[in-house]
């Protein structure tokens, strides 16, 4: 039987996942999405073209690999048919290749406008205002609209009037805005799905059908684990479970989790949106990083916050999502820096702590030096060629993390990688 990979974020989302899904995916039979919702942002290039897919499994674009959307995943139908519709106008066929799960929650219309209004100054932690947060909300509350409501139009309507009243309180009487029209909603949610219909059914028997069948699938993270509503840096997190171990729950295939585990982490270190960062830069070096790596959000633009790599934060990462090897992406943006730093320990008030201090905010890094490589590290075809910098750099990050690294990106062309 053919191995199976779960690929997780292992810092605060935007690793450059994206690259490295693509590359993983033409080599499954699968893909599954298993967690999150469309604030997720995978930057994909297929055939010179550049696609942001935020619920659509990468593997679209390769005819051979099944798609799949988990009941882990919080649905915006309106954000999947415009995705939908975006891959079928550059000629990506989905007829048979994308299924998603009838036991995915709904994240409605409704749940965007209490999530912007709730994001004030008094409030906020740094959402994407698409609503993810609210969504969640009503799943854990039980009151979620799930896929197979849809299906049944008198409880439909009453589903979401409901949800419409307990919202609308909110809005008027905290927030001081228009209410939310139910009967628009409801129009608005029925068109979208009938438009997506085929594309729903079951997904857990797909998948123990592929297993069984020796294919092997690979399961496609999104954020971070450092954003983990349980193991992040709380209350500035996500709102799903963002870990691997989250996989059985999320793509409703419980075997799933007994599959390697690949971790992403950048060169450095960024973050988007409120909490604790304590390697950020707020000098001339952390402009620097956040010009060559382009950083702002795939999803929203907004610019990222940048620092040097946190290997005390990465170590954590990788004990909780058990590890089986670490990919290195970015590694070209440090190429014209003469010094490179990594955060190898946290002090408050000179003694040292960890990573899951209470007091994540008040931490000081302690650093270790590396001198920099100064050249283009796109020049080179295998580890073994790279300057000893780079090496020493790679070296000490997977001494320090107790992980094989096993991948490299150090370019930012689709096949710039390196193995090992």
């Not at 008094?122 to 009503?138: L, M, Q, V, W």
Request: glycine share 8%; proline share 3%; charged share 25%.
């Amino acid at each position: 039987m053919k191995e199976s990979l779960i690929l997780v974020g292992t810092q605060w989302g935007d690793e450059g996942k994206g690259k490295i899904v693509d590359y993983f995916s033409q080599k499954f039979d699968a893909v599954c999405r298993f967690q999150g919702g469309h604030n997720a942002g995978h930057t994909i290039y297929s055939q010179n073209e550049k696609f942001v897919l935020h619920l659509v499994p990468s593997g679209i674009f390769y005819n051979h690999v099944q798609c799949f959307i988990g009941q882990g995943v919080i649905l915006s139908l309106d954000s999947l048919l415009e995705e939908v519709n975006k891959l079928k106008e550059r000629g990506i066929n989905l007829e048979g290749k994308l299924r998603i799960s009838r036991y995915c929650s709904l994240l409605l219309p409704i749940h965007a406008t209490i999530d912007q209004l709730r994001e004030d100054n008094k409030n906020s932690i740094g959402t994407t205002k698409r609503g993810i947060g609210p969504a969640y909300e009503d799943k854990t509350a039980r009151r979620s609209i799930k896929v197979f409501d849809l299906e049944d139009q008198t409880n439909l309507k009453k589903k979401i009037e409901s949800i419409v009243e307990y919202y609308n309180f909110q809005i008027v009487n905290i927030h001081n805005s228009k209410p939310v029209d139910a009967s628009e909603m409801l129009v608005e949610t029925q068109k979208a799905f009938d438009n997506l219909e085929k594309y729903f059914g079951d997904v857990t028997d797909t998948l123990e059908e592929i297993h069984n069948k020796g294919g092997n699938i690979l399961y496609e993270g999104a954020q971070g684990t450092l954003l983990d509503v349980d193991y992040g840096t709380y209350p500035f997190v996500t709102s799903s479970n963002t870990l691997a171990t989250s996989v059985g729950v999320g793509s409703g295939f419980p075997k799933s989790i007994y599959s390697n585990v690949l971790g992403v982490a950048k060169a450095y270190t960024t973050r988007v949106g409120a909490g604790p960062f304590p390697t950020e830069l707020f000098d001339l070096e952390g402009e620097k990083i956040a010009e060559l790596g382009n950083e702002f959000g795939a999803t929203t633009g907004r610019p990222r916050r940048c620092g040097w790599l946190d290997l005390v934060a990465l170590k954590y990462s990788a004990k909780l999502n058990n590890l089986s090897e670490l990919c290195i992406t970015k590694i070209d943006v440090l190429n014209n820096f003469e010094n490179i730093k990594v955060c190898v320990d946290y002090e408050i008030e000179g003694k040292s702590t960890s990573y899951k201090s209470r007091n994540l905010h008040e931490v000081t890094p302690v650093y270790e030096n590396f001198a920099g490589w100064q050249c283009e590290l796109s020049a080179f075809k295998n580890f073994d060629s790279l300057p000893e910098p780079a090496k020493k750099f790679i070296y000490f990050i997977e001494d320090y993390v107790g992980v094989k690294i096993s991948l490299i990106s150090h370019s930012p062309e689709r096949d710039g990688l390196i193995f090992r």
